[in-house]
């Protein structure tokens, strides 16, 4: 994948990300429906910021600690916005269960990056 569509890739799951979590509770994206269970919440923060991490990972190539801590600041970020909206409240599982899925993406990406054939140089 090109530099400039993975980096267009990564702000784009940022953007849906920061809109998810702050976007009023109607007019917020869902995936089963507006009584979706416990767990698919849980699955979909951490796969959300697992994908973000992956995504970084690719973008910073080499960078662990880097991504890591876009991920874990990302993470804490949009929970203290939502503490200024109005129907929106932050919880400390909710910075855990993101926190958790950010470093998982970075690693599956550097795993990943392990096995990839190094470029020859001409």
């Known amino acids: 994948m090109t530099r400039n569509k993975l980096i267009a890739a990564t702000g784009l799951c940022l953007a849906l990300i920061v809109y998810a979590a702050l976007a009023k509770l109607a007019g917020r994206p869902v995936l089963v429906g507006h009584a979706e269970a416990y767990w698919v919440v849980v699955i979909e923060r951490f796969s959300a910021y697992g994908l973000l991490g992956f995504l970084l990972s690719f973008l910073l190539p080499g960078r662990l600690r880097l ?3 876009f991920v874990l ?6 929970e203290i916005l939502q503490a200024v909206t109005p129907d929106r409240d932050p ?16 690693l ?15």
Do not use: E, H, N, Y
């Open 73 to 78: 600041a990302v993470a804490i970020g949009v």
């Open 91 to 106: 919880r400390l599982i909710d910075v855990l269960l993101k926190a958790a899925g950010g470093p998982v993406g970075v």
């Open 108 to 122: 599956l990406a550097q795993t990943t990056l392990a096995f990839l054939p190094w470029p020859r140089a001409s």
């Open 67 to 69: 991504a890591c801590m």
